[in-house]
């Protein structure tokens, strides 16, 4: 019998199971909504049984058939992931497809030159890129749908391998006209009595919040948002000071007004890494990009 359908057919299968959604999943794997409509119908009519159910207001639920055509399609993806990879074992080329995700708190900073100079290296990587918060980086390498990412060691699954790069102390971003911008230095219990800035996000708000801890006070958070830029611009425009661990340059928010930088003591620092799933390793294409990160990170980029 001669197959009628795609592997791409079937990662947008898989993007639409695993999301719920049709505009989820063509976000997810940055193809249009309607190519993703018609990937689904073409495969329900290729097999002759609906694999979702449409609800208006509850976007689309997987049929019983459709659970277990998700199950199937996810395996069929991983065989020909590792067909890929054996392919690269015997002709020793890095080629094939590879898709990273970073956390988009520094994606900006760190992501496209990484992906310049390895793609540079490697013409023949089918590079895709990801931009993403701590906890939905950690399900999509358990759902294969990142080979690797780039992000900071907060809470780190067990299942989950993490590669180090580079320690990033914290420093405090402040409006220049703020009365501890001159310091040399701040510790969190300086900052406690002004209003700050928190840039909400999973793991990485936990981590400044906790950063008041030991010395035995909360921050008086006025603000939250989970936009970086956002954040940068609230700070420079006087709506408080912000923690962050990584510095764009220069030293000024989106809309170009100034920010100062002082550094942040007794505060352990975060590290800058690498994650990816148990066994990951074994693909050449994901050793390429680890040893390339390793190098690069090196240099004094962040």
Excluded: W
């Excluded at 159910?53 to 399609?73: K, N, Y």
């Amino acid at each position: 019998m001669a197959l009628r359908f795609t592997l791409r057919q079937l990662e947008y299968l898989v993007a639409v199971g695993e999301t719920g959604s049709i505009a989820a999943a063509a976000d997810r794997v940055n193809v249009s909504s309607p190519s993703i409509s018609v990937a689904i119908a073409q495969l329900e009519q290729e097999f002759g049984l609906p694999l979702f159910v449409r609800r208006h207001a509850q976007g689309l639920s997987l049929t019983q058939g459709g659970r277990q055509f998700l199950d199937a399609a996810r395996a069929v993806l991983a065989a020909a992931g590792r067909l890929n990879d054996l392919a690269n074992a015997i002709t020793g080329e890095v080629r094939g497809p590879l898709s990273v995700a970073c956390l988009q708190t520094f994606a900006q900073v760190v992501l496209p030159g990484l992906r310049r100079d390895f793609v540079a290296r490697h013409p023949e990587v089918e590079f895709h890129q990801f931009e993403r918060h701590q906890a939905e980086i950690f399900e999509g390498l358990r759902q294969a749908r990142f080979d690797v990412a780039l992000t900071y060691d907060l809470d780190i699954p067990s299942d989950l391998e993490f590669v180090p790069l580079r320690p990033l102390p914290p420093y405090a971003l402040l409006p220049p006209d703020h009365p501890l911008a001159g310091r040399a230095s701040v510790a969190p219990g300086d900052l406690a009595p002004y209003p700050m800035v928190l840039l909400d996000l999973p793991f990485s708000s936990d981590y400044f919040r906790e950063a008041f801890r030991p010395a035995g006070q909360r921050p008086r958070i006025v603000e939250r948002t989970r936009d970086i830029g956002v954040m940068r611009a609230m700070v420079a425009n006087g709506f408080g000071y912000s923690i962050a661990n990584i510095r764009p340059a220069p030293d000024a928010a989106s809309d170009g007004k100034p920010l100062v930088n002082v550094p942040l003591t007794g505060v352990p620092p975060l590290t800058l890494g690498l994650v990816l799933a148990e066994g990951a390793r074994g693909a050449l294409t994901i050793r390429a990009f680890l040893e390339h990160c390793a190098a690069a990170m090196g240099e004094d980029r962040a």
